[in-house]
């Protein structure tokens, strides 16, 4: 038998113990915590990033091809890469918009160019905004990645 002064020391011994326990798995839980968040926001951060460039290059190719016949081809190359890059990290919604936009481009490289005028004319309609529908995709997906 236990003599009764073991009990207390145990007691204690065993309280001490858990209270380290219940401190680590608290120190642990909340730094994973902290490490997803850090995740989290380097994920969008990224994400912005290929957004932006992607609508900074659509939008010169674009202006391109309503003046050209023709593109360089390593141009279009690069957004067929941002697309590949989107196809990992992006909902299907903002993928289908890009595509789509690219296939305009290319559609518009194969339409007869435009002049100033027309230019002038094209001003204030959707032919003339064709990023609007990629831009609010990826404004609705950045924004419910904060609601999971």
Same mark, same amino acid.
Not at 45 to 70: C, M, P, W
């Given at each position: 038998?236990? !003599? /009764? !002064? %073991?009990?207390? &020391? ?6 001490? &113990? ?16 902290? *490490?997803?968040?850090?995740?989290? &926001?380097? #994920? ?6 290929? %957004? ?9 190719? %674009?202006? *391109? $091809?309503?003046?050209? #016949? /023709? /593109? ?6 690069? @957004? %067929?890469? @941002?697309?590949?890059? @989107?196809?990992?990290? /992006?909902? *299907? $919604?903002?993928?289908?918009? $890009?595509?789509?936009?690219?296939? @305009?481009?290319? *559609?518009?490289?194969? $339409? ?16 003339? #905004? ?13 924004? !419910?990645?904060?609601?999971?």
């Amino acid at each position: 038998m236990i !003599g /009764s !002064g %073991y009990i207390p &020391a145990l007691a204690a011994f065993g309280g001490s &113990a858990f209270g380290g326990l219940t401190t680590f798995a608290a120190t642990w839980f909340t730094q994973r915590r902290k *490490d997803a968040v850090k995740r989290f &926001a380097r #994920d969008k951060t990224g994400r912005q990033k290929l %957004y932006k460039n992607f609508i900074e290059e659509a939008s010169k190719l %674009y202006a *391109d $091809a309503l003046v050209h #016949d /023709s /593109s360089e081809v390593s141009v279009l190359v690069s @957004m %067929y890469a @941002m697309i590949g890059r @989107m196809r990992i990290v /992006s909902s *299907d $919604a903002v993928i289908e918009k $890009a595509e789509a936009v690219t296939r @305009m481009i290319v *559609d518009t490289y194969f $339409a007869p160019n435009r002049s100033f005028p027309e230019l002038r004319e094209l001003i204030g309609s959707h032919t003339m #905004d064709p990023l609007r529908e990629f831009s609010e995709a990826c404004r609705n997906e950045l924004s !419910g990645l904060g609601e999971s």
